[in-house]
């Protein structure tokens, strides 16, 4: 069975960083594009950043200038460093994947989230 594990999170003072990540398990052929998500409490879940598997990014406004993601394909692993945290970025982050299987079907895979709190 394939899955995303997320890690990384969790409390930080404002200003501070973080780096979360992305590993994908299981047998798979390939993956596409991976990223990450996010949902604060109340809101609906919004994109944060993606990367294809060429390396070509796309940030959310919010993140652009803070936020950088980077994947390591030999590990099948996808990374999310922030810096300059706001405690607007408060919220679960979800990774997110198009895992390739060996069957050489696309399956759009989450990972369970990740917490990141950040205090002011």
């Known amino acids: 069975q394939v899955q995303l594990v997320e890690s990384g999170g969790g409390l930080v003072q404002a200003g501070g960083s973080l780096r979360l990540s992305c590993a994908a398990s299981?047998?798979?052929?390939?993956?596409?594009?991976m990223g990450w998500y996010r949902q604060a409490p109340g809101k609906q879940r919004e994109l944060v950043a993606t990367?294809?598997?060429?390396?070509?990014?796309n940030y959310a406004d919010f993140g652009k200038g803070r936020f950088t993601i980077a994947r390591d394909n030999a590990k099948s692993t996808v990374y999310l460093q922030m810096n300059s945290l706001k405690p607007e970025d408060t919220a679960v982050y979800y990774c997110n994947a198009q895992l390739i299987t060996t069957l050489r079907r696309s399956v759009d895979t989450w990972g369970r989230g990740t917490q990141v709190t950040v205090s002011s």
């Open positions: 990367i294809t598997d060429g390396g070509s990014t």
């Open positions: 299981g047998i798979i052929f390939s993956i596409d594009g």
